[in-house]
Structures are given as structure tokens and as C-alpha cells.
């Protein structure tokens, strides 16, 4: 399959979402609301839940189902209280000794003027940093279109896994497109060029983990992915703090190199 054929496949309104792959992992969910200084975003579910008998704490970005629920929780584009909510639980779980797990699944951060008055950058800047020293395991799965920063600011993890045909790019193909060509109908020669999908970016070290797809049905994809987030959760318990941090660190340093 293409690059830009999985572009279209990780888009698809019909893919299963965040909500999804919580009430499938998760048994006793609890989800919490609010970021505690301006108010929820629905973009953004979180909450705490048992993973087989382990508590986590569990971050999902959610598009909705239909068009009500798309317009309620802003087609998956969070708002700065979104990402702070986020960080909010994440410390949560830090001070209890939670392992967290983020679901990313957007085209990008919300960039509505309102979101650039209350902090949308310094939110996600907020994010990344903490993340990156957060003294508990950290896992981040990508289910559909990783986007921008605004996905990245869940993605600062021990371990980042992808799905087959999910994509994880710091601009769009149509973006990219238009600002390389200045034709954004270019959008399938930037895919192919960007190096989104789930395979390449295993090849360069980007992400650990591809779960397949291909004729298996959603439920199929989340037993898969279940056990392993499992499986990583239990090596990363057998590590002290201090060794965890500096496996993180390290990941990201040699990137690019």
C-alpha cells in the first residue's frame, strides 16, 4: 500500500478511535474532566482504569462518531485546556506510581485564535518537557493520523507503537505540498517523500512497534495491542527510576543520527 493510500486509511471516519480501544483495554474506567484553570475539552478523554489487574492512567484523543459528537469534541483537534488536562492526569499518575499510556489520533493541535490566547504552544511545550522526566512509565500508541505537534505532545515516551496503517508526521502531505510545490493536489508524492507511515518509521527508529491491520477486525488489532502494552509495561517496571529516565533521554538523542 502507498504511503498516501494509508494517509487515507488513517483518516478513515469508520476506524475505530480512542473511546474504542479505552473501553476494549481497559476494565472499571473512570474518566476525569477538566484541566483546573479554564475548563474540559472533549478532544481529549483521560482517566484512570485496570489494564488486566495493573492501574493505569490512560490519555486518548477522540474525534467522535457522528457529526454531534465531531463538533463537541472539535473533529480531534485539542485546545490548550485538552493538553492540560492531559498533563494534569499524567502527574496524577506520576504521584501514585501509574504507568500512563497516550492514544494519539490527530490532524494537529486546534488553531483557533482562542486556542493561540490561552497558551496553545506554551501547552504543548508544557507537555513535551514534562513528559520527557515524568518519573513513571510513559507508553504512546498512534491509532490513526499522528499530526503535528499536536500529537506529539503525547508522544514523548519509553516506547512509541503504531498501528499498520496510521501515519506520524510533523505536517500533512497536503501541507507539505503546498509549501514545497505550492500544489497541495501534490499531497500523495509528499507521503511517499515524508516517510509517514509505520514501516518507515520503524526502519529509522522513530517507534518500537507495529501492530498489523491488514484482514483482521478492530477487535483483533486491540487484543494485539493489549498484550503489547503488557509486555512493555512489565519490562519497564523492572527498572529503577533513574534507569527509565535515561532510556528515554537516550531514545531521543539518537534519533536522526
Same mark, same amino acid.
Given at each position: 500500500?502507498?504511503?498516501?493510500?494509508?494517509?487515507?486509511?488513517?483518516?478513515?471516519?469508520?476506524?475505530?478511535?480512542?473511546?474504542?480501544? $479505552?473501553?476494549?483495554?481497559?476494565?472499571?474506567?473512570?474518566?476525569?474532566?477538566?484541566?483546573?484553570?479554564?475548563?474540559?475539552?472533549?478532544?481529549?478523554?483521560?482517566?484512570?482504569?485496570?489494564?488486566?489487574?495493573?492501574?493505569?492512567?490512560? $490519555?486518548?484523543?477522540?474525534?467522535?462518531?457522528?457529526?454531534?459528537?465531531?463538533?463537541?469534541?472539535?473533529?480531534?483537534?485539542?485546545?490548550?485546556?485538552?493538553?492540560?488536562?492531559?498533563?494534569?492526569?499524567?502527574?496524577? /499518575?506520576?504521584?501514585?506510581?501509574?504507568?500512563?499510556?497516550?492514544?494519539?489520533?490527530?490532524?494537529?493541535?486546534?488553531?483557533? $485564535?482562542? /486556542?493561540?490566547?490561552?497558551?496553545?504552544?506554551?501547552?504543548?511545550?508544557?507537555?513535551?518537557?514534562?513528559?520527557?522526566?515524568?518519573?513513571?512509565?510513559?507508553?504512546?500508541?498512534? $491509532?490513526?493520523?499522528?499530526?503535528?505537534?499536536?500529537?506529539?505532545?503525547?508522544?514523548?515516551?519509553?516506547?512509541?507503537?503504531?498501528?499498520?496503517? /496510521?501515519?506520524?508526521?510533523?505536517?500533512?502531505?497536503?501541507?507539505?505540498?503546498?509549501?514545497?510545490?505550492?500544489?497541495?493536489?501534490? /499531497?500523495?508524492?509528499?507521503?511517499?517523500?515524508?516517510?509517514?507511515?509505520?514501516?518507515?518509521?520503524?526502519?529509522?527508529?522513530?517507534?518500537?512497534?507495529?501492530?498489523?491491520?491488514?484482514?483482521?477486525?478492530?477487535?483483533?488489532?486491540?487484543?494485539?495491542?493489549?498484550?503489547?502494552?503488557?509486555?512493555?509495561?512489565?519490562?519497564?517496571?523492572?527498572?529503577?527510576?533513574?534507569?527509565?529516565?535515561?532510556?528515554?533521554?537516550?531514545?531521543?538523542?539518537?534519533?536522526?543520527?
Amino acid at each position: 500500500m502507498k504511503a498516501y493510500e494509508r494517509v487515507m486509511q488513517a483518516r478513515n471516519s469508520h476506524r475505530a478511535m480512542g473511546l474504542f480501544y $479505552i473501553q476494549r483495554l481497559l476494565s472499571n474506567f473512570v474518566e476525569m474532566h477538566g484541566d483546573r484553570r479554564y475548563s474540559d475539552d472533549g478532544a481529549i478523554v483521560g482517566g484512570i482504569g485496570l489494564l488486566n489487574d495493573m492501574p493505569v492512567t490512560i $490519555i486518548a484523543m477522540e474525534r467522535g462518531s457522528t457529526v454531534e459528537e465531531r463538533v463537541k469534541r472539535n473533529f480531534g483537534c485539542p485546545s490548550p485546556e485538552g493538553y492540560r488536562k492531559a498533563l494534569r492526569l499524567m502527574k496524577q /499518575a506520576e504521584k501514585f506510581h501509574r504507568p500512563v499510556i497516550c492514544l494519539i489520533d490527530t490532524s494537529g493541535a486546534y488553531c483557533g $485564535i482562542g /486556542a493561540e490566547e490561552r497558551g496553545q504552544g506554551q501547552a504543548i511545550a508544557e507537555n513535551l518537557m514534562e513528559m520527557m522526566t515524568l518519573k513513571t512509565p510513559v507508553l504512546s500508541v498512534v $491509532i490513526g493520523e499522528g499530526g503535528s505537534g499536536g500529537a506529539l505532545a503525547l508522544g514523548v515516551a519509553d516506547s512509541v507503537i503504531m498501528l499498520e496503517n /496510521a501515519v506520524y508526521s510533523v505536517i500533512s502531505p497536503e501541507g507539505c505540498a503546498s509549501i514545497l510545490w505550492k500544489d497541495a493536489s501534490k /499531497a500523495a508524492e509528499a507521503a511517499e517523500v515524508l516517510k509517514i507511515t509505520a514501516h518507515d518509521l520503524k526502519k529509522r527508529g522513530i517507534i518500537e512497534t507495529v501492530i498489523p491491520e491488514e484482514n483482521r477486525t478492530n477487535e483483533e488489532i486491540c487484543d494485539d495491542l493489549k498484550a503489547e502494552l503488557l509486555k512493555r509495561l512489565e519490562k519497564s517496571a523492572k527498572l529503577p527510576v533513574s534507569k527509565l529516565l535515561e532510556e528515554r533521554y537516550n531514545r531521543y538523542r539518537k534519533i536522526g543520527l
